[in-house]
Every structure is written in C-alpha cells, then in structure tokens.
C-alpha cells in the first residue's frame, strides 16, 4: 500500500500519471486529515470536500483520455484566501468580505489548473493579510500561533492537510509561518509570480510564495507559477521550464555563506541561539559569520513607511466605511500611512535600490547569506502572528528567500533556517537550498 504522506510533490503527479493512484484516492486521503485534524488547527477558510471530489474525478477522467498531462495533474493545492477564485468565496481574512467572490481567478489559479492541479480550498488569513490572526493554531501545539499572514496556508501542509500550498509575503508572510511549522516556504525573487487577482497590500512589496514539505516540491510549484503576465507589470519573462532539475543537480561545488547576526541577535530565544549556534559549527568550513551591513537598520524603517502608506491607498475605502470591523492594529496603521509624505515614499523606493546594489556585492564571493527566519519558535499565543523582524529586510530587497525546516527550539519546537539569494538567480538559488537540506538530513 502506497504512504500518500510520504511522497513528494512530484511522486504524487507521477503515480497519477503512471495510474498507481488515483486523484480522487489522494483527495480522499487528505479529506480524511482534514476531517481529523481541521476541528483544532482551523486552517481552512472555506473547504467543499464535495467539490473536491468532483474535481478529483474530473481529473482522473482526464487522464483515462490518454491527452497530455500537466506537471501538477490531479494533485491536490491549497490556496490563501487572498486569491481570487471563481467558484469559491475569496473573504481575505476580514468580515467586511464575508461571502464575496472575486469575478475571475487570479491568473496563479488559471496556472494551477492549465498544469492541472486542483484547487482543493482557501487556507485561512490574517486580516488583509496584515496583522489581526485568524484562528488557525500550530499544529505542533495548539496553544501556539502558526505565524502569519500566511496561518492557514503553512498550518494545512504542516497538518498534511494538503501537499502544497501557496501564501504571500510582504513582511514575513511566507517565511515566519514555514519557520513556526516546520514545513518548506519559498519566497520568490519579486516579479516572478504575478500578483494579478490576488489582495493588493503593496505594490512594490508583496511577493507570492509557495509552501511545501521539501525544496523539491516548492520547486514544482514555483515553476508552474512562475510567468510573465502584462496585467501585473513588476513580472518579467523569467525562463523555469528547467527549475526542478536545476534544484535536483544543486551547485557544481560546495557552496560558501555568510551568516548575518543581525542587530535582532541579542532578542533571540536561549535555545534557539544555541540552535543556530550549533548550525553554524557544523558547517564551519562553509560559513563566515560578519554583523549586519550598515544600511540594514535603516530598511525596517523604510519597509514601515512604504508598507503602512500602501495600506492607507489600498484599504483607504475600508477604513472610511467600515472603521468599526478593523482591526486596532489595521487601524493605527491606516493612520500612519496618511501621514507619510510623498518625499519619505521616494526617499523608501531611493534607498530599496541602492540597498540591494551594496547587498549584490555579497555574490561576488557567497552563494548565499544566513540568519534566523524567525527571533525563535512560534510564540504561545493565538493573538498574535509573531515577529518579522528577520523577515522584512528581504522583503524590501526582493531577493529570493526560503526558510528551512532544519532545527528545533524550546519544547521541541520547530525552527527555520533562512537562505536568501540573488534577485533572478533563483534555479541556483534553489539548488543551494536542496544541498543545505540534503546535508542537514543525512
């Protein structure tokens, strides 16, 4: 009998393919976890296992035709309920949408389906994708946030209440959450995965990632993602036909980093220090430890001003008609973005790029920079989604980043390890991360 857990991405669309399984089998599977597990983690925003069944059929169907199949045929894909979705509601987290569907899908879930995957449900949100946390607990203990903004969408695959999933970041959605779980989060470089029907917080921030139990199987899901679409300019073309096998070769010789303190060392958990401490010893020939550039401490400061006057445009409307169904921490945030002037907004985008100019430099020597992706392991609390502060400086750069599920904290919890890139080395990139997991897991 077939473990469906303990496949991968890619093993599950070739048993589909192969007829080993068959989609309506996995769903079924998955139906079950969700069936046991949904009524304490609360990952989901809106599931129909009906729906999902039908889809699954279809899919089999499909294949029984004998016509060509796509890379993610028949294999089951959560998705945050910040993406626009045709036959389901999209709710974003807030109750001032409750019941509302978008009128198309978002152009990553047209995506999904030409490379026929199905869009099992929507995983549940922070409010806006910003603060306020849903209800969705850790799996690892319930008593714990899962991070955020991305809860329902990290907590679903760490669950294996689905294979995959797919977040966003414009802090530290995607990378906090994976880090709190113990599941894969990848965060593209910004510009490779459209935008386009999903939430609008910031323009110039938010990123589409993808969550899954491997490097693997992020890789899949990326490269099916990943497009040129001229309804959300900051895309380029960006050629991923050859992602996987890249991340499957991983790099020609043994890769060198750097491992960043950062300024936010000194607030990390006792053993989650001695965690990363650890880490760093273990692969001491491989890694050099440096503080933190100088430009960094400025970048939170113009990350906030670029995030919170974006949300003040975007939600502007929200906040006029609905003030009383946000949130505070919305609220004050909406606030302060009004108050930014135009010449702190350029001054931001000014400083984003000569930033990640001085940071470039690194690959000149590296393959990649080290740190934390979380001060430590997933806070006891369920009113809060945790700290970014390792997250942020990433997000603003726009550099690929990917949070590795490689050490446990305090209570065994799990923690991540950063790995972040150069912006459009991303099949390299990917790569690097395969060997570090590899390493680690041997």
């Not at 903004?149 to 995607?174: N, Y």
Request: with cysteine; proline share 5%.
């Amino acid at each position: 009998m077939i473990d469906i857990f303990s496949l991968k991405a890619e093993e599950l669309a070739l048993k589909i393919k192969d007829a080993q399984l068959t989609s309506v089998e996995i769903c079924e599977k998955y139906i079950e976890r969700i069936n046991k597990f949904e009524k304490d983690v609360k990952a989901w925003a809106h599931f129909d296992k009906k729906l999902l069944l039908e889809k699954a059929a279809e899919a089999d169907e499909y294949r029984r035709s004998g016509k060509p199949l796509g890379p993610l045929h028949g294999v089951p894909v959560a998705v945050k309920d910040i993406v626009g979705t045709l036959d389901m509601p999209t709710e974003c987290g807030t109750v001032i949408r409750k019941g509302k569907s978008y009128s198309q899908n978002a152009e990553i879930v047209d995506l999904l389906l030409a490379a026929g995957a199905i869009v099992m449900g929507k995983t549940a949100t922070a409010e806006l994708a910003y603060l306020g946390p849903p209800k969705t607990t850790n799996p690892h203990d319930h008593s714990r946030t899962p991070g955020g903004s991305s809860s329902g969408s990290a907590a679903a695959v760490a669950s294996f209440m689905a294979p995959l999933s797919i977040g966003s970041q414009t802090g530290g959605s995607i990378i906090r959450p994976a880090s709190y779980c113990g599941v894969v989060g990848y965060k593209p470089t910004y510009g490779l995965i459209s935008r386009n029907g999903v939430l609008k917080t910031s323009e110039k921030l938010d990123h589409i990632g993808v969550f899954g139990r491997s490097v693997e199987d992020v890789a899949l899901l990326s490269k099916v993602l990943i497009k040129k679409d001229n309804f959300d300019p900051a895309t380029v073309h960006y050629s991923a036909e050859n992602m996987l096998v890249e991340t499957k070769k991983g790099p020609l010789f043994e890769p060198k980093f750097i491992f960043y303190k950062t300024d936010y060392w000194k607030n990390i958990e006792k053993k989650s220090r001695e965690a990363f401490e650890y880490f760093i010893k273990s692969f001491k020939k491989n890694i050099e430890v440096f503080d933190n550039p100088s430009y960094f401490k400025d970048i939170h400061k113009y990350h906030q001003i670029m995030y919170e006057t974006d949300l003040a445009n975007n939600f502007g409307l929200y906040y006029k008609k609905y003030k009383k169904k946000l949130s505070k921490p919305m609220q004050d945030a909406i606030v302060k973005g009004n108050k930014h002037s135009a010449k702190e907004y350029a001054e931001a985008l000014d400083f984003m790029k000569r930033s990640y100019e001085s940071y470039e430099e690194v690959f000149e020597d590296y393959h990649g920079v080290l740190s934390p992706a979380s001060p430590g392991v997933a806070p006891k609390s369920l009113k809060t989604t945790g700290s970014a502060e390792f997250n942020k400086v990433w997000s603003y750069l726009g550099t690929p980043c990917i949070s590795l599920p490689l050490l446990q904290g305090d209570a065994n919890m799990p923690l991540g390890v950063q790995l972040t890139g150069a912006k459009y080395d991303d099949h390299r990139f990917l790569g690097i991360a395969n060997w570090l997991e590899k390493e680690c897991n041997n």
